[in-house]
Each structure stands twice: as structure tokens, then as C-alpha cells.
């Protein structure tokens, strides 16, 4: 496998309105995409972009306000009642290749495939296997990069 | 304040080297940085470069290794002992005038500017008042971007 793009870095939150003022106006923000309920990971989402090297488009902060206390992100709230950072998404051209990587190099791939934030497939990696780092790879969205 | 360049993700690990092959034989990296010693953070360090949009220099993984066990890190890595993400750092054009504008919003930033791992003033500001995330703020090297 080729080290793809560092797409975004999930930054879990109890409460995604403060977040997102947080970053607009502590951080200088101002592009920050509308929120949505993405309920198959339990979540409501939103993306802070920032800027890339040149005028690029930057790896995005991904908001993650767990959609009730019974999912994975509102488990980990529980245990990090502030937020915090929560996981690390690479890009990948092919999401079938790189979940049959990880596999064969003895890694945990949590579940099958399926649609994520942007809109194309995605997984995520057992952090025991990783570091200690909870990795999501996504499959980069056509027409991008 | 006007929101920077996402310079690097902070990843604290109990053993560089380990960390150094994981990232280059399982996540695929080419460019990984030569290690070397931030005493003033208590730290062993070296970069993953990742790639950015269009052939631009993506967001690092920064890899940090406590130097001994009585440093931040390596009461962090006490806690966390596969390691992990520990911080996120932004870019900003001017250190001073970000510390002026993190405390005047009751930020605590932690002590004074600091040379840092790419060989400009950095500082810290306490995660209590950035959502959980421990924040780092680094003056963009001159020259670049």
C-alpha cells in the first residue's frame, strides 16, 4: 500500500453547535460545512476545512456529535465528557484492496465497507492494531485530487 | 485570528522505531523524516510526511517518543500505553500575536513561546479549553507556504 492523502481528523464533541462556533470564532475558521445525520455510524457531522499548502485544500477537521449515548462516539463521550480527538482517515483508491491489506498484515477491520461522510466507502481499523490510532480509510472520492 | 494550515497530527508511541516500520511497511509511507532528540519537550522526534492535494506537502504525522517517563509524554503514555493521538498543531504567521489572542479569549496557553520541532516558536494551549484537543500553535517557517 502507497500512503494516501490525510483526508481528515475526526474530533468527537458533546455538543457540535458550541464546536463549530468554537472553530468560527477561537479558531478563525470560515469554511465550515452544514451539519447532517449520517445515522449509520450514529453521528451528525460537519467539516471544518483548512487551508492546504498553495491554495490546496487541506486535511478537514470532522465533527462528530454522537446521535445518542448508545453509539460508538457517544460510548466514547461518556468516557471524555469534553470531546476530543477520536480518529485518523486516510485516503485510499481502492477501498477492497486496502481492506485486503490490512487483513492479510493481521490488522482488525472493524466490519465491511460501507458509506461514509463524503459519500464513498469507508472502514475503520481496530486501534490495537494501530498505535493506539482508531484509522479510518476511505475510499477518495471520484473526480478529487 | 485566521485559521492556519493544519501542520501536523501529534502521535505519542512507547517505541519510535516500531512506529517508524509500522507507518513505512503497513500504512505505506516513502518519506519519513531522520529522528532526533526536542530535550525542551522531553521527546524523540520524527515527521511522516503525507501527500497533499496536487503534489503539495500534506499535514505530517508527527511521531513523538518520551525521552524518559517522568516527561509530558510519557505520563501520557503511562496512561495510554499503545500510544496514540496527543495533539493537533496549527499554523499561524505571527506566535506572539496568537498568544495574545488565545488569552485574551481565556485560552491557557501553556508557558512561553518555545523553539519547536520544525525550528520555530511554538506553544501549547490546555485542552480543557479546546474541545479536549491538546492544541499546539507554531509560527509557519519562513519561506514556506
Not at 462516539?73 to 476530543?84: A, C, D, R, S
Request: charged share 20%; aromatic share 6%; with cysteine.
Amino acid at each position: 500500500m502507497k500512503l494516501g492523502r490525510l483526508n481528515h481528523i475526526g474530533v468527537a464533541t458533546p455538543d457540535l453547535a458550541a464546536s463549530i462556533a468554537f472553530y468560527r470564532d477561537i479558531m478563525g475558521a470560515s469554511d465550515i460545512t452544514e451539519a447532517f445525520d449520517l445515522p449509520e455510524q450514529g453521528v451528525k457531522v460537519c467539516f471544518v476545512n483548512t487551508p492546504g499548502e498553495n491554495g490546496t485544500a487541506g486535511t478537514q477537521i470532522e465533527l462528530l456529535q454522537p446521535l445518542s449515548p448508545d453509539t460508538a462516539v457517544g460510548k466514547w463521550i461518556e468516557k471524555n465528557p469534553l470531546g476530543g480527538q477520536h480518529h485518523i482517515c486516510y485516503e485510499v483508491p481502492d477501498i477492497h484492496a486496502a481492506k485486503a491489506w490490512f487483513e492479510s498484515k493481521g490488522k482488525k477491520v472493524l466490519g465491511e465497507p460501507r458509506i461514509g461522510a463524503h459519500g464513498t466507502l469507508i472502514f475503520f481499523v481496530h486501534p490495537r492494531d494501530m498505535g493506539g490510532v482508531l484509522t479510518e480509510i476511505m475510499e477518495t472520492p471520484k473526480g478529487e485530487h
